[in-house]
């Protein structure tokens, strides 16, 4: 009897692994043995995590997109529809045209989105470049701004353990800021100052979720005049008077407030149940090693929607799509999974605007930070103007 496997959505994660499997399994699809579907609710793939870029007007959306289809190997149907829900005991998913896909095998690659209304004001007043829009938004700003502060904040989800978005970006993203500034000939004139909340994952008044990086921040912060302060906790702003102000008392005032905002899984996911806090941020309970979701047979995650102490990013789904795609393959042709997850994240982190900073780490191991090079930032560069739309063809 056929198998089908369902990847629900058309991200970093879900493209990598969807070209991985149909690669591994091609003789079984050509044979009708298996069937691969990806179903996303968009005909478009944008490259995500260039996103911060735009906000310094390094790209515009038509150099970050692709056309899905385009991405997919052959032997993969793509169905461009909205998933809905999923009846895990009929192991059937509903979308929002009607169609209802009974699956052996199911992934979430669903993402994450930002949640600023979670804190009051933050929509309205703060700024970030987790989407395009957004980002293109904080872009006007940041080419016209000749005086003032631009203050940044970073905000965890409540679920214990589990990072915001891309780790880095802050970071990444106020090195770039003032390069930009300075570029611009007015960095003199503003004032920026980082800030990070008191509780990141498991370490308290830090300025990273690791503590090598965080340890060396304030020397590079100061060389560059970028101010610092730990213990800073957004939670509330007020759009009129332009003032952020902290769970731990504290007030500041911006003239703009770029934030790593809060975030969530996305609405289908949260409506699943299976999220083990109701605060609802929906992240599904994943088995650490597997990558299976708890107590479901044959449903995966990948990427943004797990609940693991890992970097929501590409260079973690770089890692955890391999492992996906062979322990799929091994429940059909041995009944159980074989490969392990070790929470390997890779990727080039961008330290200003022309220099970059390779980075490795795992479950047991945290970043170990090297200065930033030139050559860092040529291999970064690589990365957003080619190498990305190769990794998730699965060709690298």
Same mark, same amino acid.
């Not at 009897?1 to 003789?27: D, P, Q, S, Y």
């Not at 042709?333 to 392990?340: A, C, E, K, N």
């Not at 200065?371 to 190769?390: D, E, F, I, Q, S």
């Given at each position: 009897?056929?198998?089908?496997?369902?990847?629900?959505?058309?991200?970093?994660?879900?493209?990598?692994?969807?070209?991985? *499997?149909?690669?591994? *399994?091609?003789?079984?699809?050509?044979?009708?043995?298996?069937?691969?579907?990806?179903?996303?609710?968009?005909?478009?793939?944008?490259?995500?995590?260039?996103?911060?870029?735009?906000?310094?007007?390094?790209?515009?959306?038509?150099?970050?997109? $692709?056309?899905?289809?385009?991405?997919? $190997?052959?032997?993969?149907?793509?169905?461009?529809?909205?998933?809905?829900?999923?009846?895990?005991?009929? &192991?059937?998913?509903?979308?929002?045209?009607?169609?209802?896909?009974?699956?052996? +095998?199911?992934? +979430?690659?669903? !993402?994450?989105?930002?949640?600023?209304?979670?804190?009051?004001?933050?929509?309205?007043?703060?700024?970030?470049?987790?989407?395009?829009? #957004?980002?293109?938004?904080?872009?006007?700003?940041?080419?016209?701004?000749?005086?003032?502060?631009?203050?940044?904040?970073?905000?965890?989800?409540?679920?214990?353990?589990?990072?915001?978005?891309?780790?880095?970006?802050?970071?990444?993203?106020?090195?770039? *800021?003032?390069?930009?500034?300075?570029? $611009?000939?007015?960095?003199?004139?503003?004032?920026?100052?980082?800030? =990070?909340?008191?509780?990141?994952?498991?370490?308290?008044?830090?300025?990273?979720?690791?503590?090598?990086?965080?340890?060396?921040?304030?020397?590079?912060?100061? #060389?560059?005049?970028?101010?610092?302060?730990?213990?800073?906790?957004?939670?509330?702003?007020?759009?009129?008077?332009?003032?952020?102000?902290?769970?731990? @008392?504290?007030?500041?005032?911006?003239?703009?407030?770029?934030?790593?905002?809060?975030? &969530?899984?996305?609405?289908?996911?949260?409506?699943? !149940?299976?999220?083990?806090?109701?605060?609802?941020?929906?992240?599904?309970?994943?088995?650490?090693?597997?990558?299976?979701?708890?107590?479901?047979?044959?449903?995966?995650?990948?990427?943004?929607?797990?609940?693991?102490?890992?970097?929501?990013?590409?260079?973690?789904?770089?890692?955890?799509?391999?492992?996906?795609?062979?322990?799929?393959?091994?429940?059909?042709?041995? @009944?159980?999974?074989? $490969?392990?997850?070790? !929470?390997?994240?890779?990727?080039?982190?961008? +330290? @200003?605007?022309?220099?970059?900073?390779?980075?490795? =780490?795992? =479950? &047991?191991?945290?970043?170990?930070?090297?200065?930033?090079?030139?050559?860092? @930032?040529? *291999?970064?560069?690589?990365?957003?103007?080619?190498? =990305?739309?190769?990794?998730?063809?699965?060709?690298?």
């Amino acid at each position: 009897m056929r198998k089908r496997i369902v990847i629900v959505g058309g991200g970093t994660g879900g493209t990598m692994l969807a070209n991985i *499997l149909a690669r591994k *399994l091609h003789r079984e699809i050509i044979n009708n043995k298996v069937e691969l579907l990806m179903i996303s609710q968009t005909a478009a793939h944008y490259f995500k995590p260039a996103f911060m870029y735009v906000a310094f007007n390094a790209f515009f959306k038509h150099e970050l997109m $692709r056309a899905q289809q385009s991405l997919l $190997r052959p032997e993969i149907k793509f169905i461009v529809d909205k998933a809905e829900g999923v009846d895990f005991q009929q &192991r059937r998913l509903f979308t929002a045209s009607g169609n209802n896909y009974d699956y052996d +095998f199911l992934v +979430f690659a669903t !993402g994450c989105l930002p949640w600023t209304e979670k804190i009051p004001g933050l929509a309205e007043a703060g700024d970030h470049f987790y989407q395009y829009q #957004a980002a293109r938004r904080l872009a006007g700003k940041l080419a016209t701004i000749e005086k003032g502060r631009i203050f940044i904040t970073v905000s965890f989800p409540q679920t214990p353990n589990v990072p915001h978005q891309c780790g880095i970006a802050p970071i990444e993203t106020t090195l770039m *800021l003032d390069e930009y500034l300075r570029q $611009r000939g007015v960095r003199n004139q503003i004032e920026i100052i980082y800030t =990070y909340p008191t509780i990141s994952q498991l370490l308290r008044n830090c300025l990273f979720l690791q503590r090598p990086t965080g340890e060396a921040l304030p020397e590079i912060f100061a #060389a560059r005049g970028i101010k610092h302060q730990r213990g800073f906790t957004l939670n509330q702003v007020d759009a009129g008077r332009r003032i952020a102000y902290s769970a731990e @008392g504290d007030e500041q005032p911006f003239d703009i407030l770029m934030a790593t905002p809060p975030i &969530r899984a996305v609405e289908m996911v949260r409506n699943t !149940g299976l999220s083990d806090i109701d605060n609802g941020e929906g992240w599904l309970p994943t088995d650490p090693q597997t990558l299976q979701v708890y107590d479901q047979q044959g449903v995966y995650v990948i990427g943004d929607t797990v609940d693991l102490p890992i970097s929501k990013a590409g260079g973690s789904c770089h890692n955890q799509a391999p492992v996906i795609a062979d322990n799929i393959v091994a429940e059909m042709q041995l @009944g159980h999974p074989v $490969r392990h997850y070790d !929470g390997k994240v890779q990727a080039v982190a961008q +330290f @200003g605007l022309s220099s970059g900073m390779p980075l490795v =780490y795992d =479950y &047991r191991h945290d970043v170990v930070p090297t200065p930033a090079t030139k050559l860092g @930032g040529m *291999l970064r560069n690589g990365v957003n103007r080619g190498l =990305y739309w190769a990794a998730v063809r699965g060709l690298i």
